[in-house]
T-cell receptor
Framework: DADVTQTPRNRITKTGKRIMLECSQTKGHDRMYWYRQDPGLGLRLIYYSFDVKDINKGEISDGYSVSRQAQAKFSLSLESAIPNQTALYFC?????????FGPGTRLTVL | AQSVTQPDIHITVSEGASLELRCNYSYGATPYLFWYVQSPGQGLQLLLK??????LVQGIKGFEAEFKRSQSSFNLRKPSVHWSDAAEYFC??????????FGRGTSLIVHP
């Protein structure tokens, strides 16, 4: 079984809808991250959490929120989706400065 | 602030040829440096990392990278490329904050 899982893997939604992307990990790592990937822009950090009670904004947090429900679960929400949030979203954990990525969620906002 | 530049958006090589992917970083002290690979439809996987010590680092899948402080570079190399190496490659830098900065990626195309 994968150590870092993301659900859903693909999602198509409409402008204005609220959507949640979920991430679960079985690695036992405290640090978790959400990134978005856009062609030609690499990975950009949305939010990160160093433990259950620690949530921090990344470079592009506007329009997003997160919830760290447990050490193993870190969810990303788009309160009111807009088309320029169409992207590939990755969750990652970290230990010893190495990041471990989930398979990604491809989100399309129409 | 830390930053990473990957000058090449695409690199095309023939199978069996050697490969070098360029990475330049900006950071005020000795950085932690990483190369990750993203195969189509998958998340990123660590190839190798440099923290300190020997400036030539060996990684998985036959890759190596060399840290050159004078050139602020951490180029990735492989002596003989296989078709399965076709992927997107990301260089990343971190200064011990647990928050890496990724480059924009280099897409490797392998011709038979």
């Amino acid at each position: 079984d994968a150590d870092v899982t993301q659900t859903p893997r693909n999602r198509i939604t409409k402008t204005g809808k609220r959507i949640m992307l979920e991430c679960s990990q079985t690695k036992g790592h405290d640090r978790m991250y959400w990134y978005r990937q856009d062609p030609g822009l690499g990975l950009r950090l949305i939010y990160y959490s160093f433990d259950v009670k620690d949530i921090n904004k990344g470079e592009i947090s506007d329009g997003y929120s997160v919830s760290r429900q447990a050490q193993a679960k870190f969810s990303l929400s788009l309160e009111s989706a807009i088309p320029n949030q169409t992207a590939l979203y990755f969750c990652a954990t970290q230990r010893d400065d190495t990041q471990y990525f989930g398979p990604g969620t491809r989100l399309t906002v129409l | 602030a830390q930053s990473v530049t990957q000058p090449d958006i695409h690199i095309t090589v023939s199978e069996g040829a050697s490969l070098e992917l360029r990475c330049n970083y900006s950071y005020g002290a000795t950085p932690y440096l990483f190369w990750y690979v993203q195969s189509p439809g998958q998340g990123l996987q660590l190839l190798l990392k440099y923290f300190s010590g020997d400036t030539l680092v060996q990684g998985i899948k036959g890759f190596e990278a060399e840290f050159k402080r004078s050139q602020s570079s951490f180029n990735l190399r492989k002596p003989s490329v296989h078709w399965s190496d076709a992927a997107e490659y990301f260089c990343a830098v971190e200064g011990g904050s647990y928050i890496p900065t990724f480059g924009r990626g280099t897409s490797l195309i392998v011709h038979p």
